[in-house]
């Protein structure tokens, strides 16, 4: 299944105007598989270790970080607390090589443990600078250090490695994702579970971190990635090396190296937000608009949001047709389109739902894409145009739209972006503000942002929290809008 960004596509099948839609939404919302049987529900190698071993022996790590509906994703045992990535990256080869330093904590005593990746040679693997064994199993790359690293030891793995990155393409109804080849460079946009097709990682967002990128291109290569340059790009023997830095954590599928020819304009916004905007020159015409508008949209969501989380704000267009954008912190991308407001908006809305405030487990979607769609409906709501019940009401009308068989709340590990989780999630916030109140829910929106700031979250936290600060039962308002395949009655 093919993913399309087209606001045409989601009209029809949503039959709504034109004026009211934006982002994507897979082509297929009835398509959707049953509840995943939690594939083989990931025994922890714990588990699968038979007898107690020795103490002081150590524990394997488990090859999964514990989310059902994708076992093999991120891995147990440890907490990666930064990444230090010196990469290389050659064009017309296509390939991409360097060294990925991970510094982490055990929160086991462990005898071995996985990082994933996907792809490439792995030439070498130490640990605290000792020289580790390794063996690749599917995306694992499975570590055995060469002695046993005690429970709460901060230890640093270092991969050396090189090959032709190998993104996920066209899969189920996610698309293409990872690290893709351009013309002139690649496009980085690892949702749900691409990062490992650049660099070894714990590819969860449940394990966030903060990152150092040097990147190496020849000259005349821009590089961007997330957070803040260190200083200008060091050019030498016709290649030049860019130094960037994102020091408040981040998901892997967040992260970005993304390369090419750009043309950037940088400064900040009236509230003082450092801003990078770079656009691929195939959309130099969007370029000012790119900035204006992601500098108006960052300083009022900091006023209905709370604080920007993140040291600078920004976007890229590149002119890889991905067919969807992704809210790469501080620096989120557009896939071969001319942005829209709308799309800046829900893009930096994801600055706090889902960027500072990363879902725990990938059922829980819509606490980013149910609020960033609501956030589109703020901002025409705040620029004169349809009000947010407006727009709820013109979705409610359409009572065989797809998204009632879709329950948002469960987002489906095959369809983990269909319409229902976007779109019956913004309808579950404006519901819940009619039942609230204006007050009440802006400064529950403000309070999550600010109680979990960096963290991960999770669906029952935030009803908790509504039901806190609204001193009402919630339970179910939430159930019908979140976990019923039947459209909510008496809105
Ligand atoms: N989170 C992105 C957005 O809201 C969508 C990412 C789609 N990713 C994918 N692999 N298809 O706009
Ligand atoms: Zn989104």
């Given amino acids: 299944m093919t993913w399309v960004f087209s606001r045409s596509l989601r009209d029809m099948q949503l039959k709504r105007p034109k004026r009211l839609t934006t982002v994507l939404l897979s082509a297929t919302v009835l398509g959707v598989n049953a509840c995943s049987p939690s594939i083989g529900a990931t025994a922890p190698s714990q588990v699968a270790n038979p007898g107690n071993p020795p103490a002081g022996a150590g524990m394997p790590g488990a090859a999964g970080i514990g989310d059902p509906d994708f076992p093999k994703d991120g891995n147990g045992g440890y907490d990666v607390d930064h990444y230090a990535l010196k990469l290389a990256y050659d064009p017309p080869t296509q390939s991409l090589s360097g060294t990925a330093s991970v510094k982490a904590k055990a929160v086991q005593s462990l005898s071995r443990f996985d990082l994933d990746l996907h792809g490439f040679t792995v030439r070498k693997v130490t640990v605290d600078g000792r020289d580790a064994t390794f063996t690749r199993d599917g995306d694992e790359l499975v570590i055995t250090p060469s002695s046993v690293i005690a429970d709460g030891t901060t230890f640093t793995v270092a991969v050396d490695y090189a090959g032709k990155p190998d993104p996920v393409r066209n899969s189920s109804n996610l698309g293409t994702y990872g690290f893709i080849p351009t013309k002139d460079g690649a496009f980085v946009t690892s949702e749900p579970n691409g990062a490992r097709t650049w660099f070894p990682c714990n590819d969860h967002p449940a394990d966030k971190a903060t990152y150092d990128f040097d990147v190496t291109v020849p000259a005349g290569t821009t590089v961007v990635a997330n957070g803040e340059m260190r200083g200008a790009p060091v050019t030498s023997g016709g290649r030049s090396t860019f130094s960037w830095r994102e020091g408040h954590p981040m998901a892997t599928y967040l992260a970005t190296i993304t390369l090419g020819k750009f043309d950037v304009k940088t400064g900040k916004t009236a509230d003082g937000i450092p801003l990078y905007a770079a656009v691929d020159p195939t959309y130099r015409r969007n370029l000012d608009f790119l900035y204006s508008v992601s500098s108006k949209v960052t300083d009022y969501w900091?006023?209905?949001?709370?604080?920007?989380?993140?040291?600078?704000?920004?976007?890229?267009?590149?002119?890889?047709?991905?067919?969807?954008?992704?809210?790469?912190?501080?620096?989120?991308?557009?896939?071969?389109?001319?942005?829209?407001?709308?799309?800046?908006?829900?893009?930096?809305?994801?600055?706090?739902?889902?960027?500072?405030?990363?879902?725990?487990?990938?059922?829980?979607?819509?606490?980013?894409?149910?609020?960033?769609?609501?956030?589109?409906?703020?901002?025409?709501?705040?620029?004169?145009?349809?009000?947010?019940?407006?727009?709820?009401?013109?979705?409610?009308?359409?009572?065989?739209?797809?998204?009632?068989?879709?329950?948002?709340?469960?987002?489906?590990?095959k369809d983990l972006f269909n319409g229902s989780v976007y779109i019956r999630g913004a309808m579950t916030l404006q519901a819940l503000r009619q039942r609230i109140g204006d007050q009440t829910f802006f400064t529950l929106l403000r309070t999550w942002t600010d109680q979990h700031k960096y963290g991960n979250v999770t669906t029952d936290e935030f009803v908790k929290l509504a039901e806190k600060l609204s001193g009402q039962q919630l339970d179910a308002l939430f159930d019908a809008w979140l976990f019923k395949p039947v459209r909510p009655s008496q809105q």
């Fill in 302 to 413: 900091s006023k209905v949001f709370g604080p920007y989380p993140f040291s600078s704000t920004g976007g890229v267009i590149d002119d890889f047709a991905a067919g969807y954008a992704l809210e790469n912190q501080t620096k989120p991308m557009y896939g071969g389109f001319d942005p829209d407001e709308s799309i800046i908006a829900h893009e930096l809305a994801h600055q706090w739902f889902g960027d500072s405030l990363s879902v725990k487990r990938w059922k829980d979607l819509w606490l980013n894409e149910g609020f960033a769609t609501y956030a589109e409906w703020l901002w025409s709501e705040h620029n004169g145009g349809a009000t947010a019940q407006a727009t709820f009401d013109d979705y409610y009308a359409d009572t065989k739209a797809p998204i009632w068989q879709y329950p948002p709340g469960v987002a489906q590990p």
